[in-house]
């Protein structure tokens, strides 16, 4: 259903420290990121009515709120993966305009790198053998294998090809040489990204997300709220949720993703189309993810994101500037990025963002992509 | 009779009264779907009921093991996986003729896989008593399906 207010903003947004973190809890990271964003927006801890998290703690969100001594109204723990954050927007946006909250914190913070070297938790993760789980579990597929799965496929059935992908790891590098929080920020060529060690065919380690420490947390008002905070409104025009699988054997085409129907949905909830779109944060857990979010949104033909991919597009000077922070391939990603999108997109269209600033970007569309294409939730934003 | 809670060599697989007859199957190098009675649907994984039309009720189905790669993976770095696999393993999803895909492991595959490529089920005893669907491309050369 179409809508023409404004009447929902991102007011506040912002991330914790990054990167290399091997003395502090995750918990520590919603703080930092929670109080970084509550403090962009000129807001206070009392302000807050919904807290909206997931991925950390007992009965998620309590335990967090309980650490940071919040006291909500209302509370979300959607968790369908890394775009779990996309969807908690759509049901903040759906809460403010019920009246049932005029602030609510969306946050995030996980030790995903320091967990991996202390050994509290393994890379690929497994999530048990009972129900229909027993059928897949068994046969060792793991989560980057999946992915491999759906990027053989696409190259079988449109012909794109290994270079296309690893164009993409290159110009996250791109970016993330022009952004001082990023990782990883040396130049990457496409020789580079083929000659890193193949983890699951086709994808080269260089094609993988990096794995993080760190978090983020935005905060959505409603208008009258906006008008108080310290920056222009960032509004949320509309959003979208689709998912699709658990089991790889349940998906019917491993080149459509749930990013078809949570594209749709978004744009028709804001009344645009993809031609209105300044500026695009897309899930990179993997150079396939991205590719296949492009075309499903609609940003190019199916079957024409390799050769969209190669021409320049998505660098800054192109028609399509895409994953502005260098991504989750280069900036960070501590298993759940989907926060990650929604401040890069805030920040682009707060004209916040210095060398990588996308010039004039008045329109964002964020774009989550959760499990292994099990689910996915787009987010179009805009200023005034 | 009793049902077996656990499987053999895989320790997270919790069988159930109705997946018990699945994986019984299996030992005896049968691969079984679950079929409609009412609007004919072949669904796998197996279920009690057909989630396409809600009817409560399925019967098991034997197939034929003849499917073809919908595609693959070579896994080369080990990732928390089965204790049976060693790197380098190829899986795949196989659509079998019936209808229905599955996921699963290619046995010892000589060449690099083919989408497409015609391939067989090959029951492989992975731990004692347990058995898996693993798949075999069928070498044309020697009269497999074209």
Same mark, same amino acid.
């Given at each position: ?384 | ?22 994986? +019984? ?5 049968? &691969?079984? %779907? ?7 649907? @072949?669904?796998?994984? =197996? *279920? ?29 770095? +080990? ?5 049976? &696999?060693? %790197? ?7 659509? @079998?003729?019936?209808? =229905? *895909? ?45």
């Amino acid at each position: 259903m179409r809508r023409e207010e404004r009447d929902v903003a991102i007011v506040g947004a912002a991330l914790s420290d990054l990167g290399r973190l091997d003395d502090v809890a995750a918990h520590d990271l919603h703080f930092q990121a929670t109080s970084r964003a509550l403090d962009d927006a000129g807001l206070g801890k009392v302000d807050v009515d919904g807290f909206f998290s997931c991925g950390l703690g007992t009965l998620a969100p309590i335990e967090i709120c309980e650490y940071l001594d919040i006291r909500p109204t209302i509370v979300n723990s959607t968790m369908v993966g890394g775009s779990s954050w996309e969807f908690m927007v759509l049901d903040a946006m759906s809460a403010i305009r019920a009246g049932q909250a005029s602030v609510i914190v969306l946050s995030y913070g996980s030790t995903l790198r320091s967990d991996l070297r202390k050994g509290v938790r393994p890379s690929n993760l497994a999530f048990g053998g009972a129900g229909p789980l027993q059928f897949d579990e068994p046969f060792g597929h793991t989560l980057i294998s999946k992915y491999a799965m759906a990027a053989r496929r696409h190259m079988w059935q449109y012909g794109t090809t290994e270079e296309q992908l690893a164009s993409i790891s290159c110009v996250a590098r791109e970016y993330a040489s022009l952004n001082p929080g990023a990782y990883y920020r040396e130049p990457l060529s496409v020789d580079d990204v083929l000659q890193s060690p193949m983890v699951a065919d086709p994808l080269t380690k260089l094609q993988c997300c990096i794995r993080s420490d760190g978090g983020g947390a935005i905060v959505l008002a409603d208008a009258e709220t906006a008008r108080r905070c310290r920056k222009e409104p960032v509004w949320v025009l509309g959003a979208g949720q689709a998912v699709s699988h658990v089991s790889m054997s349940e998906w019917d085409d491993f080149c459509l993703t749930p990013a078809v129907e949570s594209g749709r949905r978004a744009f028709e909830h804001a009344g645009l189309k993809p031609a209105d779109v300044d500026v695009v944060q897309l899930y990179d857990s993997f150079t396939i993810t991205v590719l296949l979010a492009l075309e499903n949104l609609g940003f190019c033909s199916p079957g024409e994101g390799g050769a969209f991919v190669e021409s320049g597009s998505l660098g800054l000077g192109g028609a399509l500037p895409t994953n502005t922070d260098g991504g989750g391939l280069s900036h960070a990603h501590p298993g759940h990025r989907g926060i990650f999108l929604l401040v890069e997109a805030t920040r682009q269209l707060r004209d916040e963002c210095g060398p990588r600033q996308v010039r004039d970007a008045a329109v964002a569309c964020v774009s989550g992509m959760g499990g292994w294409f099990s689910s996915s939730g787009t987010v179009l934003l805009g200023r005034d | 009779m009793e049902v077996a809670p656990q499987v053999s060599g895989l320790p997270s697989i919790v069988i159930d009264g109705h997946s018990e007859h699945w994986w +019984r199957a299996a030992a005896r190098g049968s &691969l079984l %779907v679950t079929e409609c009675p009412d609007c004919g649907i @072949l669904t796998y994984p =197996p *279920r009690r009921f057909c989630p396409t039309c809600w009817c409560p009720a399925t019967a098991w189905k034997r197939c034929t093991g003849n499917g073809y790669v919908y595609s693959w993976s070579v896994v080369r770095q +080990r990732d928390n996986c089965p204790a049976y &696999l060693e %790197v380098p393993y190829v899986v795949a999803m196989v659509d @079998l003729i019936e209808g =229905p *895909r599955l996921a699963t492991v290619l046995y010892d595959p000589r060449t690099e896989p083919q989408i497409g490529a015609p391939c067989q089920v090959r029951f492989v005893e992975v731990a004692e008593g347990t058995h898996l669907p693993f798949f075999e491309i069928i070498d044309v050369k020697h009269g497999g399906v074209s």
